[in-house]
């Protein structure tokens, strides 16, 4: 377990080198890697939701492609295309950008529904199926897709179906000024993204995701996230609960976290730390209750306040 610790104590040193003052975020896009799920970071333009991307691409030896959703991009753009070969007169399948270990979605929610949804199957079965043949993604594979809250003329926000897809939505917020000042002096010759150097390799990555689903959780702590999600489900200012998937990710997060800090198994402060992270966006507030000002972040903090978690005995 010390290994363990020194490796990630490492990678979150590596990539704080390009990303400064955010460990609470870099923790948990690496619990979405480890999880195998998929990051959507929702933040203004400029505070470094790229450069995370590369950070942990970089950091881990991993390939790494970028696309820019554009209202203009077709699926194939994204998954691949089948071009006649002359020669052989045969169909060859070009893949697209999304076989890659990291693909970068920016501004995902500036494309249309028919783009947004090429994305599907690949980040649930992590597959693509093009011209009726099927093609497997790499092993390690992860999206992490951006957006812009503030911006939404010409935006087509994303369906219920595909942000259910996502395991986490985290925002990076706004460095301190003493943060800020570090940034500019990091980056007053040349950024620090051109010399990050790999710290853990692909092997061990793998190893880790294997490792994830041997971290203990006790059946109450499976309750405890159920009653959870079921409060979700039964709140007067919610029009959609979360679903089962929902529950997985949760408990998958929490047993993350749980190895990341070096624990054998998962305690109940673990489960609340990435509620709001895992069930947020998952969730439709009512329009009245909108008004009201109740948001998405309140009502979970809420259900986190009136269900029991469990004591230990």
């Given at each position: 377990m010390s290994k363990l610790n020194g490796q990630i104590t490492t990678l979150y040193e590596n990539i704080e080198k390009v990303i400064v003052g955010k460990r609470n975020v870099i923790e948990l896009a690496t619990v979405t890697l480890l999880s195998k799920g998929h990051l959507l970071l929702e933040d203004v333009p400029g505070l470094g939701k790229t450069m995370l991307a590369r950070s942990i691409a970089k950091s881990l030896a991993l390939r790494y492609k970028r696309i820019q959703f554009t209202p203009d991009l077709l699926p194939s753009d994204v998954t691949g295309v089948s071009i006649y070969n002359q020669k052989t007169g045969e169909f060859e399948f070009m893949p697209g950008p999304v076989f890659t270990h990291i693909l970068l979605a920016d501004e995902i929610n500036r494309t249309t529904p028919r783009t947004q949804s090429s994305l599907l199957e690949a980040m649930e079965e992590r597959q693509v199926t093009v011209d009726g043949k099927t093609y497997r993604l790499p092993d390690i594979f992860m999206v992490i897709a951006t957006q812009n809250p503030i911006e939404l003329a010409g935006t087509f926000p994303l369906p219920e179906a595909q942000l259910d897809r996502f395991f986490?939505?985290?925002?990076?917020?706004?460095?301190?000024p003493e943060q800020e000042v570090a940034?500019?002096?990091?980056?007053?010759?040349t950024h620090p993204i051109t010399a990050l150097d790999k710290v853990i390799s692909q092997d061990e990555i793998k190893g880790m995701q294997d490792a994830i689903v041997t971290v203990h959780i006790d059946p109450t702590i499976k309750h405890y996230i159920a009653a959870l999600v079921g409060a979700t489900r039964e709140h007067a200012h919610l029009q959609l609960g979360a679903s089962p998937r929902g529950s997985l990710a949760l408990m998958r997060a929490a047993q993350a976290l749980a190895y990341l800090r070096g624990l054998s198994f998962v305690e109940p402060h673990l489960v609340k730390e990435v509620a709001a992270p895992v069930l947020c966006h998952r969730l439709i507030v009512k329009p009245q209750s909108r008004l009201q000002g109740h948001s998405a972040e309140k009502l979970v903090e809420e259900i986190l306040n009136t269900v029991p978690a469990p004591v230990a005995a």
């Open positions: 986490m939505r985290i925002s990076m917020g706004y460095p301190s940034i500019m002096e990091m980056q007053a010759k």
